[in-house]
């Protein structure tokens, strides 16, 4: 970012002296104007492809992030399904306040799968 501001003054600096060349001069094309403008051109392109990285890094972390939760509730459900088939048969199936909380955990999950679709 220091640097990017420098170069900026660097290049204001320089298209100031560009323009007095060009008060000195005025009958004639000064080549050295011409490289200034191309500078100038270059300089636009630049902070143009810096904003459209910006852009991506930011999709990219948004991406991210989408994704790490979503890893994470598939591995909840993994668990929920572990757990739910690991329970012994030869009882009623989970005792009620277990089977309770389940129940809240996956009705919460839930409503975090509709928040992230």
Not at 88 to 104: D, F, N
């Amino acid at each position: 970012r220091a640097v990017s501001e420098t170069l900026q003054g660097q290049l204001e600096e320089l298209e100031r002296a560009a323009a007095r060349l060009q008060e000195l001069c005025p009958a004639r094309l000064c080549p050295v104007s011409r490289e200034v403008q191309g500078t100038l051109c270059a300089w636009a392109g630049l902070q143009e492809l810096l904003r459209e990285t910006r852009a991506h890094v930011q999709q990219a972390g948004r991406l991210r992030h989408f994704f790490k939760d979503y890893l994470a509730m598939i591995s909840w459900t993994e668990d929920t399904r572990a757990q739910i088939f690991s329970e012994s048969p030869s009882g009623h199936g989970l005792p009620e306040t277990p089977c309770e909380e389940l129940e809240r955990r996956i009705e919460g999950k839930l409503k975090e799968f509709e928040a992230l679709a």
